[in-house]
């Protein structure tokens, strides 16, 4: 019967689903993907980008084992996607705003649907930017400072502000290409360059310079209102002259605060609002630019009319009076005028008036005479002045009057405040700051990778060619007096750039007057975002409340906060006194931007890989070096305010904040730097007198892996106090691709533990066949370089005389003797669990230290370092030797103080005679004691080998040859007689039954046997020794002493460990010291 079939390509067959199938799987991913969004947007604190090289794992199944071509890569496909795959989602990457919800869309519906970026350069960054920078200070303060400071000095102030702007946006067009940059601008960029610490501080320092911006942004919008279009508005009026001033203040700060709540509740209601009025903001700033420059053009020929009255070379304000003379002809009849009024007790021609006004003449003069009028010459020299002088004209004919004239209430025009360059400096500063806006709107940009460096450097070269410019036109248009009338008092009440304007001085009025309400505006929508996002990160704890908001995201709580700290500036209520403080803020934003690039650049790490190629790490630190530079250019002590607070935020995000890792520089300057650091100390052991113990403490763990003594952690703590190596390590028996899951839950148990213990350091487990040799690979290879450890500490084996415990005897003991041969320090803590934690403090008691042999010092050394603790501080340490028969007990004392008075340290001294005398009888039952229980071990363990034996030779009867070295090896170790190196069958049979035999005559002799002499000795010793220090030290909180060597011959282990028993019996707390061999101490400076 012929069957009729259809070849399907490889390549097809994942087209050849139903559509059905195909449907249901689109509508998971969908739904995985929306799960995966909104996990990103959780506010847990941990960022996570939306990239598809994060979480790939949870791409659709059934993607991944299509296509039997790819089955060698099956196993692989779990962690590992298929490139396909990872390509799909590539290109379905989408970039959301990061911690922010944007509050056009609903939430559900931003998440379904994929926003497609739209906007190119010109709309997104240039333009942004361009509205950022152009602002208060060009319209109100940039005629000023060109007057007060010269057109050269203005030029270098312009010159310097702007180099510093356009070095920043070189770094930071490095640092935006360099991968994709959500929102968050300067704050994400330098959190995930330079670390969490660096971030978040940095990131608020920005915050508050933005939130500052809005205060003068609004101050400058008050000044404008009240001086420039309806002065009649103020509320508070100088009743005495030259109050003015403080009455002047008054009304910004009553108008600031009606103001900022308006401009809250806008913000709050409509943002979008907000940002749809952006543009036309912007064309008024550019419309007023325009205008300035059109009114230049037409000074060349047809300059304005806008006279100066000048009483000598005193300029006056002319608001109280219309004609510049003192009197006037009418009707072949002289008048007085108004001036003459107000400098005279009386209009009459002879009145008594003012000596300054009698002696000098009237005149008027041009105060803008035009490009062609060679005025610049005049003006490119500075003019300083004190505050309360009165303006005047260089090279001005004038007699001058009696000093003693009051000048208070006469119609000149004085200086409000003292003028010099650094001050000039802080106050121009933030005309040239905004670089950051087109960073901030990476994600809704066609390509962030171009648009930011090209959008940023021409928006700082357009704007820096604009001021440049101004500089020199400001100073060859306009008269020097009136550059220097900050208010326009000479022309009547004037903006003074608006008298250059044309076609009218209002085009600069109502265009710098919604400007600077439209970026006031912008502020208070911008800073409340950057505060939100650092909220949302989670790393400064106390401002997560911020990271709140309305259902649709808007930020509430940080919209409050930020109107609150603008209301502080506004309470100021001086533009020219906000002005530095925001500088301030913002020069530290852009010098970590700077160190961020030269970081990277210098570490050359793997990941720098910029698409932007014109920086180098030359230009980021000459621009650090002049934001630093201009930080105290500005104000000294402002600028030592804001790094304080910036220094205040790292230090509280280091000690509470939450660990990030976002493979920062910083970190990877952490590791050259300690690269560096290992290849120098590698050099050699250290110097006695910065020698200190660093540990290596061997932890045991319990069968669900949690830390059988966690009083050892606790002693470490106390002992380190956070200095030096501290490495806690572990060993867990078996395989490591067994043991893979309980290694990680160990070592996570014993970071946590040593997180609560406040142990400083690192935990290394080992995994090991047996845990002998795991100890031996911890003593041999724990740690790197030169920070490995010089000390071990670990805990008495409470149960050593159960040979079931894996830490038995045997282990303890070769421990012991590995330390030894690898020259370290050895500490044995007794009774650990007695230990004090570190909360316990004790209020009395002594450390006692027992010094039998000369260690190196370790004995003096280590109730040093305790009593640095507080646990430990308010015992008192005294120290015992002992003196033998010959010994000259008196002289030792003397001599002991001497010593302890070299080495600097405070400790009762006590000599303790031990008399030759007789061995008692319990020494001689202790001793027979031990030795037949060591006996009955022996003949128990040999009996065990026998029957190991036994049954290796029935199972390996055909392969004796290739089990001869292990029963060898066994039969040697029980054996004192030498054992033949091959065996047979027979020779097998005839050993066994001989070591029968004399296991059976061993068994007789146990109870016959007499004690070894030399063990006899030793524990003669032991008992005495614990006599004695029991004695003195019974109530002592805790005793130190000196610990005896293992035997050379292995023989006697376990007679070692009862010799220790019986040492230390009776007492609390003991620390058994073995010291390396070498001095750690010194009385030499």
Known sequence: ?????????????????????????????????????????????????????????????????????????????????????????LANYTNLTQGVVEHEADEDSKRKEVKVPRMGTFIGVYLPCLQNILGVILFLRLTWIVGTAGVLESFIIVFMCCACTMLTAISMSAIATNGVVPAG??????????????????????????????????????????????????????????????????????????????????????????NK????????????????????????FDPPDFPICLLGNRTLSKRSFDVCAKFTESNNETKTTTLWRLFCDSSLLNATCDDYFTLNNVTEIQGIPGIMSGVLTDNLWSTYSERGSIVEKKHQPSVAGSEETKLGGLPYVFTDIMTY?????????????????????????????????????????????????????????????????????????????????????????????????????????????????????GIVPFIQVFGHGKANGEPTWALLLTAGICEIGILIASLDSVAPILSMFFLMCYMFVNLACAVQTLLRTPNWRPRFKYYHWTLSFLGMSLCLALMFICSWYYALIAMLIAGCIYKYIEYR???????????????????????????????????????????????????????????????KAGKGLTIVGSVLQGIYLDKCSETQKAEENVKALMGVEKTKGFCQIVVSPNFRDGISYLIQSAGLGGMKHNTVLIAWPQSWKQTENRFSWKNFVDTVRETTAAQQALLVAKNIDLFPTNQERFTEGNIDVWWIVHDGGMLMLLPFLLRQHKVWRKC??????????????????????????????????????????????????????????????????????????E??????????????????????????????????????????????????????????????????????????LNGVVLNKSQHAQLVLLNMPGPPKNRKGDENYMEFLEVLTEGLDRVLLVRGSGREVITIYS
């Not at 794992?57 to 296509?67: K, L, P, Q």
Request: net charge negative; charged share 20%; proline share 4%.
């Open 876 to 949: 008192k340490m005294r120290i015992f030797t002992v003196a033998q028969m010959d010994d000259n007990s008196i002289q030792m004392k003397k001599d002991l103080q001497m010593f302890l008075y070299h080495l600097r340290l405070n400790a009762e001294v006590e000599v303790v005679e031990m008399l030759e005398n007789d061995i008692s009888a319990f020494t001689y039952e202790k001793t027979l004691m031990m030795e037949q229980r060591s006996q009955m071990l022996k003949q128990m363990q040999l009996s065990k080998n026998e029957r190991e034996r």
């Open 421 to 537: 360059f650094t001050m000039l400096v802080g106050i121009y500063f933030p005309s040239v700051t905004g670089i950051m806006a087109g960073s901030n709107r990476s994600g809704d940009l066609k390509d962030a990778q171009k648009s930011i460096p090209t959008g940023t450097i021409l928006a700082i070269s357009t704007t820096s060619f604009i001021y440049l410019s101004c500089i020199v036109l400001f100073g060859a248009c306009i008269e020097g007096v009136i550059l220097r009338d900050k208010f326009g008092e000479a022309v009547k009440g004037n903006l003074v750039v608006g008298t250059l304007a044309w076609p009218s001085p209002w085009v600069i009025v109502i265009g710098s007057f919604f400007s600077t309400c439209g970026a006031g505006l912008q502020s208070l929508t911008g800073a409340p975002r950057l505060l939100q996002a650092i909220a949302r990160d």
């Open 277 to 300: 009025l952006a543009l036309v903001f912007l064309a008024c700033v550019i419309l007023s630019i325009l205008a300035i420059y059109a009114g230049v053009i037409k000074t060349a």
């Open 657 to 719: 904040g939450a660990e990030k890792e976002w493979g920062d520089g910083i970190r990877g300057l952490s590791l050259n730097a300690a690269r560096y650091a290992l290849l120098r100390v590698e050099d050699g052991p250290p110097h006695t007198k910065n020698w200190r113990p660093q540990l290596l403490v061997l932890l045991n763990l319990d069968s669900e892996q949690l830390v059988k003594h966690p009083r050892l952690l606790s002693f470490t703590s106390q002992l």
């Open 185 to 274: 601008g300067s704050y994400y960029m330098i959190s995930r360059s330079l670390g969490p610490e660096f971030g978040g501080a940095v990131g608020l320092c920005f915050y508050l310079g933005t939130t500052f911006a809005g205060a003068m942004y609004i101050l400058g919008t008050i000044e404008i209102l009240l001086t420039y279009i309806s002065p009649s508005a103020a509320i508070f009026k100088a009743e005495e002259v030259g109050k003015e001033t403080e009455a002047m203040l008054n009304n910004m700060r009553v108008y600031g605060t009606c103001i900022i709540i308006l401009m809250a509740v806008v913000v709050f209601v409509g943002v979008k609002y907000v």
């Open 951 to 1024: 049954a290796q030779l029935i199972h390996d009867r055909n392969t004796a040859s290739h089990s001869a070295p292990a029963v060898k090896a066994s039969v040697a170790a029980a054996l004192p007689e030498k054992v033949q190196m091959t065996w047979t069958k027979e020779k097998f049979v005839a050993e066994k039954h001989k070591t029968k035999d004399s296991n059976v005559s061993g068994f007789k002799d146990i109870f016959n046997m007499k004690p070894n002499q030399s063990n006899v000795r030793r524990m003669h010793t032991a008992v005495k």
């Open 1 to 89: 019967m012929p069957t009729s079939f259809t070849v399907v390509p490889v390549e097809a067959q994942g087209e050849e689903r139903a559509p059905a199938e195909r449907d249901g799987q689109r509508q998971e991913e969908e739904e995985e993907e929306e799960d995966g969004e909104r996990d990103r947007g959780s506010g847990d604190g941990i960022t996570r980008e939306s990239s598809p090289f994060i979480n790939s794992a949870e791409m659709d199944r059934g993607n991944m084992y299509e296509g039997k071509n790819m089955a060698l890569f099956e196993e692989e496909m779990d962690s590992n996607p298929m490139v396909s795959s990872l390509l799909n989602k």
